[in-house]
């Protein structure tokens, strides 16, 4: 069974800009999360969808957002990038989420804001 | 707020000794702990998951426990290889598959 698939997988964009990441979970997982690893920061929560329905956000601002297709595949957005958006982004999938059963990561995207 | 602490925050050992690898979290909700590691520049590596009804998992090399009233979680790796090498973390959930990580424990084993 495929992985947890993260696309690009590396990224460069300026001040300003945005960014779509996109994220395929494993065959029948249907909630995914994603994280924002920084040096400083370490890794630190964003969002999780299940069934196209956000149901947990961290502590970002608004210029964060996410979306999960009825495939269960989902993306993740970044408005207005700032040079602290540099990261790598994570994200993880989970067969059952009542269960807190164990999450799977993708390799990441790594972003660089210039 | 969950607060999840890693001691060492770096470890560097010979290949073949038998290494502990700490965590320690304020919230003493009953929810389930999850060991990962991590390579340079790579996503993360689920090593194991304890329910919060367990005490202990293992797998091969790898001994987890989890001890609620103290809010502390080890890891025990056996006869350490130089492919151990890597950063480990512990993560707690706290509800909606929402995982709060520590700063993880950067490991080197050398042969």
């Known amino acids: 069974k495929a992985g947890v698939t993260q696309t690009p997988r590396y990224l460069i964009k300026t001040r300003g800009q945005q960014v779509t990441l996109s994220c395929s979970p494993i065959?029948?997982?249907?909630?995914v999360s994603w994280y924002q690893q920084t040096p400083g920061q370490g890794l630190q929560f964003l969002f999780e969808?299940?069934?196209?329905?956000?149901?947990n956000k961290g502590n970002f601002p608004g210029r964060f957002s996410g979306r999960q297709f009825s495939n269960s595949r989902s993306e993740m957005n970044v408005s207005t990038l700032e040079l602290g958006d540099s990261a790598l982004y994570l994200c993880?999938?989970?067969?059952?989420?009542?269960?807190?059963?164990?999450?799977?990561f993708g390799p990441g995207t790594r972003l660089l804001v210039l | 707020k969950q607060e999840v602490t890693q001691i060492p925050a770096a470890l560097s050992v010979p290949e073949g000794e038998n290494l502990v690898l700490n965590c320690s979290f304020t919230?003493?909700?009953?929810?389930?702990l999850q060991w990962f590691r991590q390579d340079p520049g790579k996503g993360l590596t689920s090593l194991l998951l304890?329910?919060?009804?367990?005490r202990e998992q293992t797998s091969g090399r790898l001994n987890a426990s989890l001890d609620k009233s103290s809010g502390r979680s080890t890891l025990y790796i056996a006869a350490s290889q130089p492919g151990d090498s890597a950063t480990y973390l512990c993560?707690?959930?706290?509800?909606?598959?929402?995982?709060?990580f520590g700063t993880g424990t950067r490991l080197l084993v050398s042969p």
């Open positions: 993880a999938s989970s067969l059952d989420p009542g269960l807190e059963e164990t999450q799977y």
């Open positions: 304890i329910q919060s009804s367990q």
């Open positions: 919230d003493s909700a009953i929810y389930n």
């Open positions: 065959s029948g997982h249907r909630s």
């Open positions: 993560a707690r959930y706290t509800g909606f598959q929402k995982l709060v």
């Open positions: 969808y299940f069934s196209e329905t956000q149901r």
